[in-house]
């Protein structure tokens, strides 16, 4: 008993797990809610504020105008469908190149070559989203490499434009679509597709009927990534996009250019409601617990 | 699953292709960085080390990784703390909220950069009224850093299970000894794979950044941005991307020999 009565705040603690929880909590939960959480809402009541037309300066007026501008005029329109256009096929040609690597890894290779392979897969995970938008820039650019292979064949780089940007969305995200799928082909338990062939199914049934469902958690939870960044991103439409607008230049442009918050968050709301329909879509698939 | 010769090979050939797509670009920065024609054009006709030279003595270059490293270094140690406390909390207990909670600390990454990074420009500027700087900046990293720690040691602590921490409370150890004699050594791999995600993430970033940081202020990759686009300033560009790309080796080659020493 004497050991205890020297540390009365711990014995305290011990007997009192709901304020030893929130001992722990308060810092970290304190300082989300009150940055983030509050900066979010706050956000959402801007968007209905507005801007006096003659000083530029926000006024607590309440409006709709913000909204209704985002989500119905043609240029936002267009801008959106050009975003999404971007995120989704990104995530379809990353999903296509992220197969036959991933399962090459997780079912061919040795598991030397295996343990090599993860490596020099997630190694450029680490390599600066920066760095990589850039090194596209590079190849991408008039007199650059892309240029000069193709010129022989009579083609010539693609330059900047959309195109770049799909292609650069598709492989800053690849990575991070490879993971998970490869993942979830490694999960398969050999076991199960040794009753599918002792069952009499031919490995191109077993692949389709077998593996193909059991990896879709992992596929799913890999195009989160593409997707949700993709969307979002506007640094890379800035470098390699050349005159390619999308959602997030017009956010930036908003903000940084025009001085109109009250618009700017009014935008943030499109990926923000994209992205919360998407991720309701597939925590169906129990892929959220996979990230 | 028996599957044919042939087929092994196509799904290697088409494997090796994948890995050229994700490693070509970073070669060619790297040729680039002595590229001797200032344009860089292909194909290479000359070699040089002026690009590299100029980018040791050019002071802005200098002064804005120090920056970058001084903001990281900060967020990471804030998120350390924030994150520690927060997995030991979400671990040892359950409680009302707690999946709240969780999905609070996950929410900065899950969005996009652009949605964080308005919204936290909006609440200092507009709501609270202060003006962007070096502070709002490190505030704003933490908010996104703090998961990396969160996510690791909350791993890690539910491997470990409570017994040994129980003992110890058995013992007479009070809180603070119990975390520094028992937990914290077990958790220490955790910490600082935590910790190097928590750097790089900070250290890379730009979106949030350009949203929250002062005129005045210039991050590494604020840098990049800015020379990018000068013409005579894109060689020197290549070789801090390289620089980038070799500092980023590092951590991975730490955290492989640290996790493989410890547990």
Same mark, same amino acid.
Request: charged share 10%; aromatic share 10%.
């Given at each position: 008993m004497k050991q205890?009565?020297?540390?009365?705040?711990?014995?305290?603690?011990?007997?009192?797990?709901?304020?030893?929880?929130?001992?722990?909590l308060v810092l970290p939960v304190g300082w989300m809610a009150l940055v983030y959480i509050v900066a979010l809402i706050a956000l959402l009541i801007t968007a209905l504020w507005s801007v006096n037309e003659y000083t530029g300066a926000v006024e607590m007026t309440w409006t709709f105008d913000n909204?209704?501008?985002?989500f119905t005029d043609s240029l936002y329109l267009t801008v959106t469908e050009r975003t999404l256009f971007i995120a989704v096929l990104a995530t379809v040609i990353d999903i296509i190149l992220a197969f036959p690597i991933a399962f090459y890894m997780a079912r061919m290779a040795s598991p030397r070559a295996r343990k090599l392979l993860v490596i020099l897969v997630s190694t450029p995970l680490w390599a600066g989203y920066l760095v990589k938008a850039y090194a596209w820039r590079s190849v991408l650019s008039g007199s650059g490499v892309l240029d000069m292979i193709l010129r022989p064949f009579g083609g010539h780089s693609p330059g900047y434009g959309l195109?770049?940007?799909?292609?650069?969305?598709?492989?800053?995200?690849?990575?991070?679509?490879?993971?998970?799928?490869?993942?979830?082909f490694e999960q398969v338990p050999e076991s199960l597709l040794e009753a599918s062939s002792d069952l009499g199914a031919r490995?191109?049934?077993?692949?389709?009927?077998?593996?193909?469902?059991?990896?879709?958690?992992?596929?799913?939870?890999?195009?989160?990534?593409?997707?949700?960044?993709?969307?979002?991103?506007?640094?890379?439409?800035?470098?390699?996009?050349?005159?390619?607008?999308?959602?997030?230049?017009?956010?930036?442009?908003?903000?940084?250019?025009?001085?109109?918050?009250?618009?700017?968050?009014?935008c943030a709301l499109i990926p923000i409601i994209i992205i919360g329909v998407y991720l309701m879509l597939v925590s169906r698939t129990g892929a959220l617990k996979r990230l | 699953m028996e599957l044919k010769k042939s087929t092994k090979v196509l799904f290697g050939i088409a494997a090796g292709i994948v890995l050229l797509f994700i490693y070509a670009p970073l070669a060619v920065v790297l040729i680039n960085s002595v590229n001797g024609d200032a344009t860089l054009a292909w194909p290479v006709r000359s070699v040089t080390f002026e690009w590299w030279g100029?980018?040791?003595?050019?002071?802005?270059?200098?002064?804005?990784?120090? @920056?970058?490293?001084?903001?990281?270094?900060?967020?990471?140690?804030?998120?350390?703390?924030?994150?520690?406390?927060?997995?030991?909390?979400?671990?040892?207990?359950?409680?009302?909220?707690?999946?709240?909670?969780?999905?609070?600390?996950?929410?900065?990454?899950?969005?996009?950069?652009?949605?964080?990074?308005?919204?936290?420009?909006?609440?200092?500027? @507009?709501?609270?009224?202060?003006?962007?700087?070096?502070?709002?900046?490190?505030?704003?990293?933490?908010?996104?850093?703090?998961?990396?720690?969160?996510?690791?040691?909350?791993?890690?602590?539910?491997?470990?299970?409570?017994?040994?921490?129980?003992?110890?409370?058995?013992?007479?150890?009070?809180?603070?000894?119990?975390?520094?004699?028992?937990?914290?050594?077990?958790?220490?791999?955790?910490?600082?794979?935590?910790?190097?995600?928590?750097?790089?993430?900070?250290?890379?970033?730009?979106?949030?950044?350009?949203?929250?940081?002062?005129?005045?202020?210039?991050?590494?990759?604020?840098?990049?941005?800015?020379?990018?686009?000068?013409?005579?300033?894109?060689?020197?560009?290549?070789?801090?991307?390289?620089?980038?790309?070799?500092?980023?080796?590092?951590?991975?080659?730490?955290?492989?020999?640290?996790?493989?020493?410890?547990?």
């Open positions: 205890r009565a020297k540390k009365p705040v711990s014995s305290f603690l011990y007997n009192h797990p709901t304020l030893h929880r929130w001992a722990l909204l209704i501008q985002a195109f770049a940007v799909i292609l650069v969305e598709v492989y800053l995200w690849l990575p991070y679509v490879i993971t998970p799928i490869y993942t979830a490995s191109g049934v077993t692949i389709r009927k077998v593996l193909l469902p059991m990896i879709v958690p992992g596929v799913v939870a890999g195009s989160i990534f593409s997707f949700s960044l993709s969307l979002g991103d506007y640094i890379v439409a800035g470098i390699v996009g050349g005159k390619t607008q999308v959602l997030g230049n017009i956010i930036y442009t908003d903000v940084g250019v025009a001085n109109n918050s009250p618009m700017a968050a009014a | 100029r980018a040791f003595h050019s002071a802005g270059l200098l002064s804005a990784a120090l @920056t970058s490293f001084g903001v990281a270094i900060v967020a990471t140690i804030v998120s350390l703390i924030l994150g520690t406390l927060c997995a030991l909390a979400l671990q040892r207990y359950d409680f009302f909220g707690k999946s709240a909670i969780n999905m609070l600390v996950i929410l900065p990454i899950a969005l996009p950069g652009i949605v964080t990074g308005i919204a936290l420009n909006n609440a200092f500027t @507009t709501m609270v009224g202060i003006k962007l700087s070096m502070f709002t900046l490190i505030v704003a990293h933490v908010t996104f850093t703090i998961v990396t720690v969160y996510n690791n040691v909350f791993a890690r602590l539910g491997q470990l299970g409570q017994h040994t921490e129980e003992a110890s409370a058995d013992l007479g150890a009070g809180v603070w000894t119990t975390f520094r004699l028992v937990t914290f050594p077990r958790i220490k791999s955790s910490l600082f794979a935590g910790a190097l995600l928590a750097f790089a993430l900070s250290f890379d970033e730009i979106v949030v950044t350009t949203f929250t940081a002062g005129q005045d202020i210039t991050t590494l990759p604020i840098w990049i941005m800015n020379n990018m686009f000068r013409p005579h300033q894109a060689p020197v560009v290549s070789v801090v991307a390289v620089i980038m790309v070799v500092i980023s080796l590092v951590p991975l080659w730490l955290s492989q020999r640290v996790t493989s020493d410890i547990d």
